[in-house]
């Protein structure tokens, strides 16, 4: 996220004053009941409830879900273990997000968000109501512990994200204070309000380093009610969840009982929603949303399938290059890689078309470059013209394309032009070095699915003389081997949101790069993209953003650390027909925390299961 300045606070906290009893002194301070990075605050400050709820949703039922892989510790927040993937809604943040609004967050836990003058800190006064799932209150103690406990012994994502904080104080039991170290990094007053807090005293006595396997105490709307490590995990919903009658959380969380069942397939994962055992879906197979959702409950309506368009950034997903290989540090051989990659056959021959071409690590969104650097971009891009590639400032950033033939001659010559350039060469049918020994390298997977749009690359690369082979393991080992950087390529994913910032140093940054379980997992070291990376976090506007934040994009691009391959702008949800929803579209596409169970479409699911039918 980043935040567009000064304004978005002031026209926020201007007209919050009277509602909460403050002086409108903007001059001292700007006291508000919520943030926004990018325009003013969409609800007023005496909103009854966010926009795409149901604030009579009938609260209860059950909901199964599936998930992929393993799980065996409740602590998302360290490198150690493998996290259960909903866990999360145990804790309750600070802010809370809309699902229909871009960057911008409501008061939670917090009633009150204070922003000083000179923007080097912020103040979160917290609810009286606000309590644990125990009935001890939140406090600014839990706050700060939580903070500095995220900080010190967490994911090293926390240092990074957090590292523009220079103390935190506490001033009273409900009010705590973070102060900044600069007043450029804007968006620090919105990641720390996205910071869950967790119970101080639940956690004396636990090594917080360590996988957790006692459920967690959280302020949340569910609790840990049963579990089965590695199989199943139910989440209870909290009858009386202090925030339950907020505007932040009225009509959402209505599910009684929330259970992941985890499998090691996803064929098995699939074949268990078909026949019943799981409630609610979303399809990432473009085959199978085309070829296998023909089965007699969708044919009798008792399965719903649809595709929901959302409007989301949708980052960057590709074949990532481990730069820390020596195979991979020449710039003309991750080119070449690229070309060798042939998307229109695959969307053809695999996806029914479904997909577009990610030409961009921002795509759908204004922030993504395209043609030749203009105006402010090429200014921010201008004094580091020396240290880039002539091609960047004077042609467009263009991927190959085919005929989808599969019969790419055009693009594996160029390849073969550039591997040259960087001194490999053919011998027997073998690319080489000049050592003679042929390159070759691992495709990394954690999901057998991903291998039918693997392997047809590896046969490209293999007319190219390369030895490329695949290798799928379980999440659990995947997951290790990706916190030690041990693998040579794989699939990587970076998405993004309509404000980046300080995610983009764990991304992108040299610092990120060296640190073990962290985000920058193809090893990017580049004083031009570090230099870049702080334009992004220091843009003090929107404009600015926009022209940082397009020129990062281009040297990214610029510097093949991947092979792009595609997006798509819709859910691809399918369920059983026991579900309500809110009509209002959202700008996420699914909103699933506010949809609740119909009695009367779950008892007539009922019915014609009894029936056979």
Known sequence: MRSVGRRAFLIAGLAVAAAVGVSDDAEAQTRTYGLSLLRPLALPADFPHLPYVNPDAPKGGDVALSAIGTFDSFNPFIVRGTPAGDISRVWDPLLRTSADEPEAGYGHLAKVIEIPEDHLGVAFELR???????????????????????????????????????????????????????????????????????PKHWWQGRDFTKPLTDPPLGSGPYRVDH???????????????????????????????????????????????????????????????????????????LVKKELIRHHLPTGMQGFGFNTRRA??????????????????????????????????????SDLASSGVP???????????????????FTQPFNLPVSDASGNNREQLRRALQLLQEAGWKVTDQKLVDADGNQMSFEILLDEPAFERVTLPYTQWLARLGIDAHVRTVDEAQYQRLMDDYDYDMTIVEFGESDSPGN???????????????????????????DALVKEVVDAPNHDALEAATRALDRVLLWNWYVVPQWHLQFVRAAYWDKFGRPSQPVRTGVAFDSWWIDPAKAAALQAARASGN
């Not at 203009?374 to 960047?392: D, H, I, M, W």
């Open 503 to 529: 995610e983009q140093k764990g991304f992108w940054t040299c610092d990120s790069s060296k640190q073990q379980g962290g985000d920058n997992t193809m090893g990017v070291c580049s004083p031009v993209v």
């Open 227 to 301: 579990f089965e490590f590695g199989r199943t995990l139910a989440l209870a919903r909290v009858a009386d969840w202090w925030a339950k009658d907020l505007p932040t959380g009225k009509g959402l969380y209505n599910f009684g009982t929330r259970r992941t069942e985890y499998f090691r397939d996803a064929t098995v994962a699939f074949e268990a929603f078909k026949a019943g055992q799981i409630d609610y879906r979303e399809e990432n197979v473009a085959k199978d949303w085309a070829t296998a959702y023909d089965f007699p409950a969708v044919q009798k309506g």
């Open 327 to 364: 195979v991979f540090k020449d710039v003309r051989v991750r080119h070449a890689l690229a070309l060798a990659f042939d998307f229109e056959w695959e969307n053809a021959n695999l996806f029914y078309g479904a997909y577009t071409r990610t030409d961009s690590f921002f795509s759908n």
């Open 374 to 392: 203009t105006g402010e971009e090429l200014k921010v891009l201008e004094p580091f013209r020396s240290e880039l590639p002539a091609q960047l």
């Open 128 to 198: 009286p109501e606000a309590r644990f799932n125990d009935g001890t209150p939140v406090t600014a103690e839990d706050v700060a512990w939580t903070f500095n406990t995220l900080r010190e012994q967490g994911r090293p994502f926390y240092r990074q994200y957090y590292g523009d904080v220079d103390t935190v104080t506490v001033e009273s039991p409900a009010r705590v204070v973070f102060h900044f170290k600069s007043a450029k990094n804007r968006e620090l007053p919105m990641i720390l309000g996205q910071m869950p807090v967790l």
